[in-house]
């Protein structure tokens, strides 16, 4: 460590026992801070214990941990992540959709895009996805509090619903623990379980990929850019993360001396890794949880440049990030209900036939249009010849021709030699 000399403008070598003083003392004041998050959470974590519910406020937190509520604040940023990470969707969805600009398939990109971000669309129909998301910051909390084993549990479990979150999983720790290494905070062994737990899930699919005719197929049918709509232009991905990724921008300034504020930070980065890396099948999972580093590093930002928001200018702004994108999902959703576009509900007419088609004695799959194709494998327990676009081979062509059964019924040669394989 060197120091300027103001009488004789030259650099002067600090003295060892000053410098090693020095690091003794930030060393002392990131301890303390870690082991401050950890009394609040403690606390937090007492609390639920006794109440038996998550309903609290902050200031119960704050007097049963013992510490001051500007500590807290340091720290945490109360529940105005939490409102983002759950229910914030991007807003160039609906700006695209509602102003028409660049019309269908520009509002199929952005809605692709908000859709793998917005963590309702996991509660419906993706119920992997929530369970996988919803567990990342467990095992990641896990993890820090030394608890490895339970953290490999978790990240076994992750990966095995969702691969792409639990590749960004064992990034995380990785990177966390190798800055804290070289930071002078040497991990222990164990630590290594919560990486290596992601191993056998991923092995299972690699194994799949390789050997199973059916995912072979898969893996080609959802490869990146294996359907024309399947392009995400870097200025799109750009337009639609701004909102949140702008002022959470702001918050890599401030000092991460916990774990967990390390791996807040590294979090979207490491998705990025895994979105960008060349191995894998459908790399825009990776994006599946990215709202909640975005949301809470969005907070620490806002709060460095903008003290003492109003509450009613948070409030506005909550809702602005929430609101008109949620009616924009519910629109497009009873728009694809009334279109028979994706069988978000399956009506009661409907329900009678797939239970006809389930306890029909005859053998064989099923002919239908693209609609049925989505449900009736999984309500009947046949096989379909056209289904999700993401699973059928040549699904284009097979489209048109599916689509015009009910029109044409099989008495078009066409689809007739196309079902029959002459």
Same mark, same amino acid.
């Given at each position: 460590?060197?120091? $300027?000399?103001?009488a004789?403008?030259?650099?002067?070598? +600090?003295?060892?026992?000053?410098?090693?003083?020095?690091?003794?003392?930030?060393r002392?004041? $990131?301890?303390?801070? =870690?082991?401050?998050?950890?009394?609040?959470?403690?606390?937090?974590?007492?609390?639920?214990?006794?109440?038996?519910?998550?309903?609290?406020?902050?200031?119960?937190?704050?007097?049963r941990?013992?510490?001051?509520?500007?500590?807290?604040?340091?720290?945490?940023?109360?529940?105005?992540?939490?409102? *983002?990470?759950?229910? @914030?969707?991007?807003?160039?969805?609906?700006?695209?959709?509602?102003?028409?600009?660049?019309?269908?398939?520009?509002?199929?990109?952005?809605?692709?895009?908000?859709? +793998?971000?917005?963590?309702?669309?996991?509660?419906?129909?993706?119920?992997?996805?929530?369970?996988?998301?919803?567990?990342?910051?467990?095992? %990641?909390?896990?993890? =820090?509090?030394?608890?490895?084993?339970?953290?490999?549990?978790?990240?076994?479990?992750?990966?095995?619903?969702?691969? &792409?979150?639990?590749?960004?999983?064992?990034?995380?720790?990785?990177?966390?623990?190798g800055?804290? &290494?070289?930071?002078?905070?040497?991990?222990? %062994?164990?630590? *290594?379980?919560?990486?290596?737990? /992601?191993?056998?899930?991923?092995?299972?699919?690699?194994?799949?990929?390789?050997?199973?005719?059916?995912?072979?197929?898969?893996?080609k049918?959802?490869?990146?850019?294996?359907?024309?709509?399947?392009?995400?232009?870097?200025?799109?991905?750009?337009?639609?993360l @701004?909102?949140?990724?702008?002022?959470?921008?702001? @918050?890599?300034r401030?000092? @991460?001396?916990?774990w967990? =504020?390390?791996?807040?930070?590294?979090?979207?980065?490491?998705?990025?890794?895994?979105?960008?890396?060349?191995?894998?099948?459908?790399?825009?999972?990776?994006?599946?949880?990215?709202?909640?580093?975005l949301?809470? *590093?969005?907070?620490?930002?806002?709060?460095?440049?903008?003290?003492?928001?109003?509450?009613?200018?948070?409030?506005?702004?909550?809702?602005?990030?929430?609101?008109?994108g949620?009616?924009? $999902?519910? +629109?497009?959703?009873?728009?694809?209900?009334?279109?028979?576009?994706?069988?978000?509900? /399956?009506?009661?007419?409907?329900?009678?036939?797939?239970r006809?088609? =389930?306890?029909?004695?005859?053998?064989?799959?099923?002919?239908?249009?693209?609609?049925?194709?989505?449900?009736?494998?999984?309500?009947?327990?046949?096989?379909?010849?056209?289904?999700?676009?993401?699973?059928?081979?040549?699904?284009k062509?097979?489209?048109?021709?599916?689509?015009? %059964?009910?029109? +044409?019924?099989?008495?078009n040669?066409?689809?007739?030699?196309?079902? %029959?394989?002459?």
């Amino acid at each position: 460590m060197e120091n $300027k000399n103001p009488a004789l403008g030259v650099a002067v070598e +600090e003295p060892a026992w000053k410098q090693r003083a020095v690091e003794r003392s930030t060393r002392a004041a $990131k301890l303390r801070a =870690e082991q401050r998050v950890e009394r609040f959470l403690d606390a937090a974590q007492a609390i639920i214990t006794k109440k038996g519910t998550t309903d609290f406020t902050v200031q119960e937190v704050v007097d049963r941990s013992g510490q001051s509520l500007r500590s807290f604040y340091q720290h945490f940023d109360g529940k105005h992540a939490l409102l *983002l990470a759950l229910f @914030a969707v991007m807003p160039m969805s609906w700006i695209v959709a509602w102003t028409n600009w660049g019309g269908n398939p520009r509002q199929y990109t952005f809605d692709f895009i908000s859709g +793998e971000m917005w963590s309702g669309q996991y509660l419906w129909g993706y119920l992997m996805t929530a369970i996988a998301v919803g567990l990342m910051p467990l095992v %990641l909390l896990a993890h =820090e509090r030394r608890r490895f084993w339970w953290a490999g549990a978790g990240a076994l479990l992750v990966t095995w619903l969702q691969p &792409w979150q639990g590749a960004t999983l064992a990034l995380i720790v990785v990177v966390v623990e190798g800055l804290r &290494w070289w930071r002078g905070a040497r991990p222990p %062994l164990a630590a *290594l379980v919560t990486p290596a737990a /992601i191993l056998p899930p991923t092995l299972y699919y690699v194994l799949l990929s390789r050997f199973d005719p059916a995912w072979e197929l898969a893996g080609k049918s959802n490869a990146a850019g294996a359907m024309p709509e399947w392009s995400w232009p870097w200025w799109a991905i750009a337009l639609t993360l @701004a909102p949140l990724a702008v002022p959470a921008a702001l @918050a890599y300034r401030l000092p @991460a001396p916990s774990w967990q =504020e390390i791996a807040v930070r590294v979090w979207p980065l490491a998705a990025l890794a895994v979105y960008l890396a060349p191995v894998g099948t459908f790399p825009y999972h990776a994006f599946q949880g990215l709202a909640i580093p975005l949301s809470i *590093l969005a907070v620490q930002g806002v709060l460095t440049v903008w003290r003492r928001p109003a509450p009613l200018a948070v409030a506005g702004l909550i809702a602005l990030m929430t609101v008109p994108g949620i009616a924009h $999902k519910l +629109e497009v959703s009873v728009h694809s209900i009334r279109t028979a576009g994706d069988p978000f509900w /399956i009506f009661g007419d409907e329900q009678g036939a797939l239970r006809f088609l =389930e306890r029909d004695p005859r053998r064989g799959g099923v002919l239908g249009p693209v609609y049925a194709g989505y449900m009736l494998p999984y309500t009947t327990g046949r096989e379909t010849w056209i289904g999700a676009l993401s699973w059928t081979p040549d699904w284009k062509a097979r489209q048109k021709i599916a689509d015009g %059964l009910p029109q +044409e019924a099989i008495r078009n040669p066409e689809v007739e030699r196309a079902y %029959l394989g002459e």
